[in-house]
């Protein structure tokens, strides 16, 4: 039986996969967030039992890398861990997270899917997946990684959320393709309209608010954020 998860870390963070990611993976509204990454739930079986200082110290200095994404550091810190302990989900998890920081995002799809075929059971992996997805615009991908993220955890609201995310996106492409095919369809237009305001939703031609400068506050969560470590 699973433990609950515990409270996740990793600098601006707020229900986001790992809101701190990067500014240019899935920062932006328009994709899901990744799974937060300081503490993943563990399944009892895989959580150390008696961890030794060095151990410890190891895993604050892999934390406090996170948090400042610096992500090279905290990889060669991630590389040896998994090296040496392959059924460490925790240290595993973070890799993935140090591997979407650093731009690598087919890396970092590669690591959370071998963690879903590994340990099936935590619905982290499948949100941080989704959210790659996402970024790249494989909207249907991202949704199976949602809807199993939400069949093993059915109790997390943030595969909810950024599923619903993802299928307003799906929305939006439907409607401008039925614009494209008839630009005279008002009910498409309305639907589209009425849709929320999520960035990649609104036409591209459609003509964009003057920025509004405003204080830099942590990204929000959802999928139409980031995202976890």
């Not at 200095?61 to 989900?89: F, M």
């Not at 003057?210 to 959802?222: N, R």
Request: net charge positive.
């Amino acid at each position: 039986m699973n433990r609950p998860l515990r409270d996740r870390a990793i600098a601006p963070h707020a229900a986001t996969l790992c809101a701190a990611i990067v500014s240019t993976l899935l920062v932006t509204s328009a994709a899901p967030a990744l799974a937060q990454t300081a503490g993943i739930a563990l399944p009892a079986d895989l959580t150390p039992s008696n961890q030794q200082q060095p151990q410890v110290a190891r895993q604050k200095r892999i934390d406090d890398w996170l948090a400042k994404k610096q992500y090279t550091q905290a990889l060669g810190e991630l590389d040896k861990e998994v090296a040496e302990q392959p059924r460490n989900a925790q240290a595993r998890f973070q890799r993935g997270v140090a591997l979407a920081g650093l731009g690598r995002g087919d890396d970092a799809i590669v690591a959370f899917s071998q963690m879903t075929q590994d340990f099936p059971e935590l619905p982290e992996p499948y949100i941080n997946l989704a959210a790659l997805y996402a970024e790249r615009g494989e909207l249907l991908r991202a949704r199976e990684s949602l809807i199993m993220a939400s069949r093993v955890a059915p109790e997390n609201a943030q595969a909810q959320a950024n599923l619903g995310d993802v299928y307003v996106r799906l929305a939006a492409q439907s409607y401008q393709g039925a614009l494209k095919l008839n630009p005279k369809n008002t009910a498409a237009r309305a639907r589209l309209d009425a849709l929320p305001n999520v960035p990649g939703v609104r036409p591209a031609s459609a003509p964009s608010k003057p920025a509004v400068p405003a204080a830099a506050v942590p990204a929000a969560s959802g999928v139409s954020a980031k995202p976890a470590k």
